[in-house]
T-cell receptor, first 115, second 117 residues
Framework: AQKVTQAQTEISVVEKEDVTLDCVYETRDTTYYLFWYKQPPSGELVFLIRRNSFDEQNEISGRYSWNFQKSTSSFNFTITASQVVDSAVYFCALSEAGANSKLTFGKGITLSVRP | EAGVTQFPSHSVIEKGQTVTLRCDPISGHDNLYWYRRVMGKEIKFLLHFVKESKQDESGMPNNRFLAERTGGTYSTLKVQPAELEDSGVYFC???????????????FGQGTRLTVV
């Protein structure tokens, strides 16, 4: 069975601090996909990134970066120089490859960025 | 292009009543998913449509929940009769049909917050 663990529940930082959101996953599949979604106060889940299990390259997109390590089954997300607009709930998710790409989510991490 | 739209945004009903949630996916998306988040817990998969067919309904909690997708367009999720434990946020998502190798990302709606009192 697949499982995603986001051990941190709430994180509070001051603006401009860097913050890392942890994600650990479990799966028996050799091919799978990892995702991060952001849920701002408006409620919708906003897609941030998808990473497949064969690509362990780290990715950077502006102030966001992701560190995928298969050896530790982790897919951590770092926000550099955080801003108030980054305040949201962040979900890590996992899906197996194939036609039925349902997502298995973690519990989410509530990030609060204070001015 | 319009995103995934869900109606209503909030619903408060009494135990035993019926509620119908609606989801309009992104135009052209064959895949449509329903998920639910109970307070403080994970977002959990309920079911998956490919066009009008139910591909996987393994996450549906019981037979009080009925999902339909008329003509492969919008979808409804009916809860009848509602119980207290059905309270939560119900999310709908849609995506393009995926190949066996490449998963396409799902786009989510803003959710319907259901409160059963």
């Amino acid at each position: 069975a697949q499982k995603v663990t986001q051990a941190q529940t709430e994180i509070s930082v001051v603006e401009k601090e860097d913050v890392t959101l942890d994600c650990v996953y479990e799966t028996r599949d050799t091919t799978y996909y990892l995702f991060w979604y952001k849920q701002p106060p408006s409620g919708e889940l906003v897609f941030l990134i998808r990473r497949n299990s064969f690509d362990e390259q780290n990715e950077i997109s502006g102030r966001y970066s992701w560190n995928f390590q298969k050896s530790t089954s982790s897919f951590n997300f770092t926000i550099t120089a955080s801003q108030v607009v980054d305040s949201a709930v962040y979900f890590c998710a996992l899906s197996e490859a194939g036609a039925n790409s349902k997502l298995t989510f973690g519990k989410g991490i509530t990030l609060s960025v204070r001015p | 292009e319009a995103g995934v739209t869900q109606f209503p945004s909030h619903s408060v009903i009494e135990k035993g009543q019926t509620v119908t949630l609606r989801c309009d996916p992104i135009s052209g998306h064959d895949n449509l998913y329903w998920y639910r988040r109970v307070m403080g817990k994970e977002i959990k998969f309920l079911l998956h449509f490919v066009k009008e067919s139910k591909q996987d309904e393994s996450g549906m909690p019981n037979n009080r929940f009925l999902a339909e997708r008329t003509g492969g367009t919008y979808s409804t999720l009916k809860v009848q009769p509602a119980e207290l434990e059905d309270s939560g946020v119900y999310f709908c998502a849609s995506s393009h049909r995926s190949s066996r190798v490449l998963n396409t990302e799902a786009f989510f709606g803003q959710g319907t917050r259901l409160t059963v009192v």
